[in-house]
């Protein structure tokens, strides 16, 4: 796959179908859209992704998360067979590009032969472009229009708002079906303070980053995948109350069976299900207890699963 970003200078020179959005999160409404784009392949056609390097909306709420950062969507696209991904710099007078002046910019850029979109697409200066723009200037630019229904699941869309609110209430497992897959973070292996090694359970510490949309603090059964490997693990999002005062919010992993040193490595690590809100402990000694009962449910859990 071909990655190309930080430039407006984005070129492709093969004939191709083209899907447009946000593709936060990239969940099964998305995975809709990318089969089609699979049937421009089938005929001869490259699959091209065109996103922007920021969700427009986060420059206008100052406290909007992300379910994926740019890095894990372009991991996601690649296991996904995408030829190309352009990820474009959402500048001001691109943001201010009427939608044909936007369309006209990128079928001269790329031999546009198919566009593939939702029908809750929109695009162009104040959001007035959707899927009947894209109808509207598609003979004259020479490309065939594909408007994709959203997706249902249990008589609602299939959204990223949806799932955003599913993350906030710790329901993962509704969270990880409207995905497709469990709900990650990947990020590098920290030094932390080794209490967990001094207690009998060693972890990985994690730092998201700011934008990233973590869980709300607590415990979490967690798989935790490391250089193509998955393990499973218990997971702690919050700020260590039991340990000390004035820690950032931090994701820190137990992962079983697993004894490697794997400091400065990126891994990815996966919310199953919520277990309990983060709490402070009396002691280290009532830590220790509660995190013996925290991984017994978790195996219970993993126990579970396999006798679905």
Do not use: W
């Not at 379910?67 to 969507?73: F, G, H, M, P």
């Not at 005062?245 to 137990?254: A, H, K, L, Q, R």
Request: one cysteine or more; proline letters at 5%.
């Amino acid at each position: 796959m071909k990655y190309i970003k930080d430039t407006l200078d984005f070129h492709i020179s093969e004939p191709s179908a083209i899907s447009l959005g946000k593709f936060d999160g990239l969940h099964l409404g998305h995975k809709y859209l990318l089969q089609e784009l699979e049937k421009g392949k089938e005929c001869g056609l490259k699959s091209v992704i065109f996103t922007f390097d920021v969700p427009p909306r986060s420059l206008e709420e100052k406290d909007y998360k992300i379910l994926l950062t740019n890095r894990e969507k372009e991991q996601i696209f690649e296991d996904a067979g995408i030829d190309y991904v352009v990820e474009c710099p959402f500048t001001k007078d691109l943001k201010n590009k009427t939608p044909e002046e936007f369309l006209r910019i990128l079928t001269a850029r790329i031999p546009v032969r198919m566009i593939v979109a939702g029908t809750d697409f929109r695009f162009g200066k104040n959001r007035s472009g959707g899927p009947e723009e894209l109808k509207k200037y598609a003979k004259s630019m020479g490309y065939q229009p594909v408007i994709v229904d959203k997706m249902q699941y249990e008589g609602a869309d299939v959204s990223s708002t949806r799932i955003r609110e599913n993350i906030q209430e710790g329901r993962m497992e509704e969270a990880n079906t409207l995905l497709g897959y469990p709900y990650f973070l990947s990020a590098e292996v920290l030094h932390g303070n080794e209490i967990g090694r001094k207690l009998g359970f060693p972890t990985v510490n994690q730092r998201p980053e700011e934008k990233k949309l973590l869980p709300p603090n607590g415990v979490y059964a967690s798989a935790v995948t490391v250089g193509g490997e998955t393990f499973y693990g218990i997971t702690n999002i919050g700020k260590k109350p039991t340990v000390g005062d004035g820690y950032p919010i931090g994701v820190e992993t137990c992962i079983f069976d697993f004894d490697r040193q794997i400091y400065g490595e990126e891994i990815q690590v996966a919310f199953l299900k919520f277990l309990r809100p983060e709490k402070k402990f009396s002691s280290m000694d009532a830590l220790h207890l509660q995190m013996d009962a925290d991984i017994k449910s978790v195996h219970q859990y993993l126990s579970s699963l396999q006798c679905k």
